[in-house]
């Protein structure tokens, strides 16, 4: 029997000092080979509105679709923890409306969500939504949420007086109950400090080597989103020039009269084939 990632399982990696993965994952076949290859985390981030559903932004993504996609990723892992995006202010305008959208994404299959920001609403939304048996992954740091109010893909925490406000938010949030915190575009120095002093783990997206664990998202690990490359993502493959060169030689194959071939194709029984020679040389 496979065991289960769960939050102990995490916790138990930050005590003993274990580094963990944490890839994205959208579609059903993906989640299932990144669960075979070991990744702790399998995480449906809301950057899937850009890489899988080509919008501009991660705040034109909604709940419904989020969970169409939690659903897909859910049906494919068997040990990793599935944790859902909570998107765009489907938790940020009132308490109720926040918990139901948060156990929405339980119902569909995931196993804990992940939730951008620290303010009071937000803390409140993170309590009860562990009160009611939701564990969640908290985001600070650059949270692209705030993207319009932050002003840019800004490099967060880059003086003392910073990295000290980011960890008051990420004890805070370890008050309200998170599992871990995801620390992104922070100096590696600072994340290093904040991951210190903080009892649960930290998981760097743009945060350095000194954190628990790692994210990245998997379109750019695979190489298969070639739009832009953030500089903390490294490409472990070359997924969109596969695809390229698959769909040119189909298409070539195609033209030419080279697929199907004979293997790939169904025949008709002898006795059908005559009668329906037969039947060709009537007509004909
Ligand atoms: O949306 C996302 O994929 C994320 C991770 C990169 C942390 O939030």
Do not use: W
């Not at 929405?104 to 303010?119: P, Q, R, S």
């Not at 740091?141 to 993207?147: R, S």
């Not at 871990?180 to 904040?194: G, R, W, Y």
């Amino acid at each position: 029997m496979i065991k289960k990632v769960s939050v102990n399982t995490i916790q138990k990696y930050k005590d003993t000092n274990e580094r963990f993965s944490v890839l994205t994952a959208y579609d059903y076949s993906t989640a299932k080979y990144l669960d075979e290859a070991g990744i702790d985390i399998i995480l449906i981030g809301d950057s899937l509105a850009m890489v899988a559903l080509g919008y501009e932004t991660t705040n034109q993504v909604g709940v419904e679709e989020m969970t169409i996609f939690t659903k897909a990723v859910a049906k494919g892992v068997k040990r990793a923890m599935v944790v859902t995006d909570m998107p765009f202010m489907s938790y940020n305008i009132e308490l109720s409306s926040a918990l139901t959208n948060v156990c929405n994404m339980l119902k569909n299959g995931a196993n804990a969500v992940k939730i951008e920001g620290c303010n009071d609403h937000i803390l409140n939304v993170i309590k009860r939504s562990v009160e009611c048996g939701v564990p969640v992954m908290g985001h600070i740091g650059f949270t692209p949420q705030f993207l319009n109010t932050i002003g840019g893909y800004n490099i967060q925490g880059k003086s003392f007086d910073a990295t000290l406000a980011i960890l008051e938010q990420a004890k805070k949030l370890e008050e309200a109950g998170v599992f871990s915190i995801v620390l992104e575009m922070v100096p590696e120095e600072s994340a290093q400090f904040i991951t210190e002093n903080l009892r649960v783990p930290t998981i760097s997206c743009g945060a350095g080597r000194y954190c628990s664990a790692q994210v990245m998202v998997s379109d750019d690990m695979l190489g298969k989103f070639s739009e832009f490359k953030p500089k903390f993502a490294r490409r472990y493959g070359d997924v969109k020039s596969l695809i390229l060169e698959c769909a040119k030689q189909y298409d070539y194959d195609v033209k030419h009269g080279a697929f199907p071939s004979d293997d790939e194709v169904f025949k008709l029984s002898e006795d059908e084939l005559k009668q329906l020679n037969i039947h060709r040389g009537v007509k004909c």
